[in-house]
């Protein structure tokens, strides 16, 4: 090297910075519907919250608190009536790029078999068709669904849908993962199932995860925080517990530990006085 050149040097409190930026942040955040009477109707109001790279963090609260508008948000589908988003230290705008979102319904494509749903994913990125299958093939077995590639959405069951559904999201890679009560319609023990083969997949290169649901024993078992959030309108956040139970875990095995029902009596406590003022309210808006 000669005299006078110099390497770029990144100083220690950039460094740390960097390390310590989250995946998604969300500040001062309102959301604000017009309905169709003409008021306003405030959804969610000053949300404050942080998820760092690799951690899973999922949604509680009552019915019509405003979880789902938080995912939408960060998708990039809703616009804040107030304070911002930012994904990975850049504010958002438009559509989030980063982030791959699984919902509750179905959004299979019933003329296409398993693996022509997962390899459409790609399309919008330019894989050629051929690379495309192979990657999806490759998926569909991650998801233990390698012998069905060729049957259509209505020859699988609704576990196996959602297989799908998941290899579809996560084929293209995507840095944040946004999901929405994906296995509400499932039964119990295919729930744990799916359960347990997010956690491998998130396992094997961790993902910032934002998961909602409105089952309690769920997130718990699957994050590493769950926040709770307060009945609506104008619903916040309430809550928002560490989960400190050893990794890897078995959804099934979890629920058993003591630890596990020391965290649950905890949230339960704070979730509890909030469905609770969700359900009077609905029966004050029917008298």
Same mark, same amino acid.
């Given at each position: 090297?000669?005299?006078?050149?110099?390497?770029?040097?990144?100083?220690?409190?950039?460094?740390?910075?960097?390390?310590?930026?989250?995946?998604?942040?969300?500040?001062?955040?309102?959301?604000?519907?017009?309905?169709?009477?003409?008021?306003?109707?405030?959804?969610?109001?000053?949300?404050?919250?942080?998820?760092?790279?690799?951690?899973?963090?999922?949604?509680?609260?009552?019915?019509?608190?405003?979880?789902?508008?938080? +995912? @939408?948000?960060? #998708? $990039?589908? !809703?616009?804040?009536?107030?304070?911002?988003?930012?994904?990975?230290? *850049?504010?958002? %705008?438009? +559509? @989030?790029?980063? #982030? $791959?979102? !699984?919902?509750?319904?179905?959004?299979?494509?019933?003329?296409?078999? *398993?693996?022509? %749903?997962?390899?459409?994913?790609?399309?919008?990125?330019?894989?050629?068709?051929?690379?495309?299958?192979?990657?999806?093939?490759?998926?569909?077995?991650?998801?233990?669904?390698?012998?069905?590639?060729?049957?259509?959405?209505?020859?699988?069951?609704?576990?196996?849908?959602?297989?799908?559904?998941?290899?579809?999201?996560?084929?293209?890679?995507?840095?944040?993962?946004?999901?929405?009560?994906?296995?509400?319609?499932?039964?119990?023990?295919?729930?744990?199932?799916?359960?347990?083969?997010?956690?491998?997949?998130?396992?094997?290169?961790?993902?910032?995860?934002?998961?909602?649901?409105?089952?309690?024993?769920?997130?718990?078992?699957?994050?590493?925080?769950?926040?709770?959030?307060?009945?609506?309108?104008?619903?916040?956040?309430?809550?928002?517990?560490?989960?400190?139970?050893?990794?890897?875990?078995?959804?099934?095995?979890?629920?058993?530990?003591?630890?596990?029902?020391?965290?649950?009596?905890?949230?339960?406590?704070?979730?509890?006085?909030?469905?609770?003022?969700?359900?009077?309210?609905?029966?004050?808006?029917?008298?």
């Amino acid at each position: 090297m000669s005299q006078g050149a110099a390497l770029p040097v990144q100083s220690p409190s950039a460094s740390a910075a960097a390390a310590a930026r989250p995946d998604v942040c969300l500040r001062g955040l309102d959301i604000t519907f017009a309905l169709k009477t003409g008021e306003l109707h405030a959804a969610v109001k000053n949300i404050d919250l942080d998820i760092a790279p690799g951690e899973f963090v999922t949604i509680v609260g009552p019915t019509g608190c405003g979880k789902s508008t938080l +995912l @939408n948000a960060t #998708a $990039g589908l !809703l616009k804040p009536s107030a304070g911002h988003v930012e994904i990975q230290g *850049a504010a958002l %705008n438009g +559509l @989030n790029g980063k #982030a $791959g979102y !699984l919902f509750q319904a179905d959004a299979l494509m019933p003329w296409k078999t *398993a693996i022509d %749903n997962v390899a459409v994913a790609l399309e919008p990125m330019g894989v050629p068709k051929a690379e495309a299958l192979k990657r999806a093939q490759d998926w569909l077995a991650r998801v233990g669904l390698k012998g069905f590639a060729q049957r259509y959405p209505h020859m699988l069951s609704g576990g196996q849908r959602k297989r799908v559904a998941l290899a579809q999201m996560l084929i293209r890679d995507p840095q944040i993962l946004l999901m929405d009560e994906p296995f509400g319609p499932l039964d119990a023990q295919t729930r744990q199932i799916m359960g347990n083969l997010l956690l491998d997949l998130w396992a094997a290169n961790k993902k910032a995860v934002m998961f909602v649901t409105h089952d309690l024993e769920e997130a718990i078992a699957l994050s590493d925080r769950v926040v709770v959030m307060s009945a609506g309108p104008a619903a916040g956040i309430v809550g928002d517990f560490r989960v400190e139970l050893p990794r890897p875990r078995d959804i099934a095995e979890i629920r058993t530990e003591p630890a596990f029902h020391a965290i649950h009596k905890a949230i339960w406590a704070s979730l509890r006085v909030e469905v609770q003022k969700a359900y009077s309210q609905g029966e004050e808006a029917q008298q």
